[in-house]
């Protein structure tokens, strides 16, 4: 069993810990912090906080990290099978499914920073022009389960923020690592800015 160093993770506020648990052996692969109600609220003001330089980043900015995401998936596609398969009980086979997954979902976000962000509506009153624009709404809560974690993840946060919304992941428990922990390292390393903690 290994733990995540201190710069790795943050303490859970109760300071409690679990064991995330391969369900194929049984044995312990790392211990992560249990995250308590005060947590949530240090994640949603650190994401609130980090909504207004993210929804003014510009379309190109939020695209360039979705690209690069989708590439350091590619590029990391050995570390994404060893972090997901172990917590999961999967096979070799169905990770590199996964990996094929999670790159396409972060090049549809991709597509998404820089698609229209309004369209023309019909209306009835002659010569007026009806417009629907689009914009960030702010944080988004995004779940991710247990059977697909790095994909599932990915899913949940890709367009949200993306599209210049900050999200807090609710990681699923059995998969704390792939659903949550790497797929943030991924994304900052692809560029995404931290949100404060």
């Excluded at 999961?88 to 590199?96: E, L, Q, R, S």
Aim: no cysteine.
């Amino acid at each position: 069993m290994r733990s995540l160093s201190p710069q790795q993770q943050i303490s859970s506020s109760t300071g409690e810990t679990y064991d995330d648990v391969n369900p194929y052996t049984g044995e312990a692969i790392a211990t992560v912090a249990a995250a308590a109600p005060a947590d949530v609220t240090r994640a949603v003001d650190a994401a609130a906080a980090a909504f207004k330089t993210w929804s003014q980043a510009s379309p190109a900015e939020r695209r360039a990290v979705f690209l690069r995401a989708a590439q350091l998936v590619r590029e990391r596609t050995s570390d994404v099978i060893a972090a997901m398969t172990p917590e999961t009980g999967a096979t070799f086979g169905w990770g590199m499914f996964m990996v094929t997954l999670a790159e396409g979902m972060f090049l549809e976000a991709a597509a998404a920073a820089t698609a229209p962000v309004g369209e023309v509506n019909a209306t009835n009153d002659p010569g007026a022009l009806s417009l629907t624009i689009r914009r960030p709404a702010g944080v988004v809560a995004a779940f991710s389960p247990w059977n697909a974690p790095t994909y599932l993840s990915a899913r949940a946060v890709g367009i949200p923020l993306a599209v210049g919304n900050t999200v807090i992941l609710k990681a699923t428990e059995e998969a704390p690592i792939s659903a949550g922990y790497f797929l943030a390292g991924l994304l900052r390393d692809a560029g995404l800015p931290d949100g404060g903690r």
